[in-house]
């Protein structure tokens, strides 16, 4: 039985240790610089089931991507026809579990993007019960399918899809309930109470990366946009925007610790032409529009959910991403 437990809770810590991150190596056709997709209108559907050991729970979740017959329902994954990805996966190690933190929500005549972050419970046999905290994000690129290694969370993530050109502002639609008690659950039996009120979070980094004969590739920051939301929103904020800085944003009114480089302390990674998947830093800032090649935009429910960390009251929706030019 000891060992069963272990084996369920780095199940589920994989599960989860994913949450709040990002990288889709595959070329996205862009549709005169608006990212596919980004209205929130249409979305393909996954199928998965859980093992017995856990109940085998029929689970269904949504993406954003192709609203098209032939991808609804299915068993596997097509991020080479969506630039988007989200925190709903797939897990195995061990035992197959899903996690589901992001929902299709009707609006209007539409559809918009829920965000939750959850107190997630696994019930083992009736008798274990193991508990995480999963905060809901959806992101541009996408990530290892099926989680299978639960020690590295950016490694199972691949940030970011290839792009060339120089947006002044991030846009978009949402409301939020901002949560205020944060926990933090990493995949075993207790909860921890931790301070401060949670907050959500928005970014979209612009990037310069080359790749070196090695494989290795080297990263600069060319734009930022980002923003931490901590007070709730009930009603819709429409066309609500967040500028980019280009350059060294360090320097610029409004810099916040949060919006540095990406560091050694927690590399993003990505796909070289190789096949390989790289880890890498960035190295500096740079002003050149014209050196810009990918674009990260992320939006999660809880800005410390890849920690494991976040209130369970925490609600993000997203609608309308639009990218404004000058």
């Not at 996954?46 to 098209?68: A, C, Q």
Request: aromatic share 10%; glycine share 8%.
């Amino acid at each position: 039985m000891r060992r069963l437990l272990l084996i369920i809770s780095i199940s589920f810590v994989s599960l989860v240790q994913i949450v709040a991150q990002i990288n889709v190596p595959q070329p996205v056709t862009l549709k005169r610089a608006q990212i596919p997709y980004s209205d929130m209108d249409s979305w393909w559907s996954r199928h998965v089931t859980e093992s017995r050991l856990i109940g085998g729970s029929e689970v269904i979740y949504f993406e954003p991507g192709p609203d098209d017959a032939r991808f609804q329902k299915i068993e596997g994954t097509i991020e080479h026809l969506t630039p988007w990805a989200t925190s709903n996966v797939k897990a195995e190690v061990g035992v197959r579990a899903a996690n589901q933190s992001v929902f299709r929500e009707k609006r209007g005549d539409g559809y918009c993007a829920r965000l939750e972050t959850n107190l997630k419970k696994v019930v083992v046999l009736g008798i274990v019960n193991v508990k995480a905290i999963a905060s809901g994000s959806i992101f541009t690129g996408s990530m290892v399918d099926p989680i299978i290694e639960p020690n590295n969370p950016r490694h199972n993530t691949l940030m970011g899809i290839p792009f060339n050109e120089a947006p002044s502002a991030l846009s978009f639609d949402y409301k939020l309930i901002a949560g205020q008690q944060r926990l933090q659950a990493t995949g075993g039996f207790s909860v921890k109470k931790i301070a401060g009120a949670d907050k959500s979070e928005v970014y979209m980094l612009l990037q310069s990366r080359k790749e070196n004969p090695d494989g290795s590739l080297t990263v600069k920051r060319v734009g930022t946009a980002w923003q931490r939301f901590e007070q709730s929103k009930m009603q819709w904020i429409n066309n609500y925007q967040i500028p980019v800085v280009y350059g060294d944003a360090s320097q610029q009114p409004g810099f916040k610790p949060y919006m540095n480089l990406i560091s050694d302390a927690d590399p993003y990674y990505a796909i070289n032409s190789k096949g390989q998947k790289v880890g890498y830093v960035e190295s500096g800032w740079s002003n050149n529009a014209d050196d810009i090649t990918h674009i990260i935009i992320v939006f999660s429910a809880s800005y410390e959910g890849g920690a494991y960390i976040g209130s369970p009251e925490s609600k993000l929706w997203i609608d309308n991403i639009q990218l404004i030019y000058d």
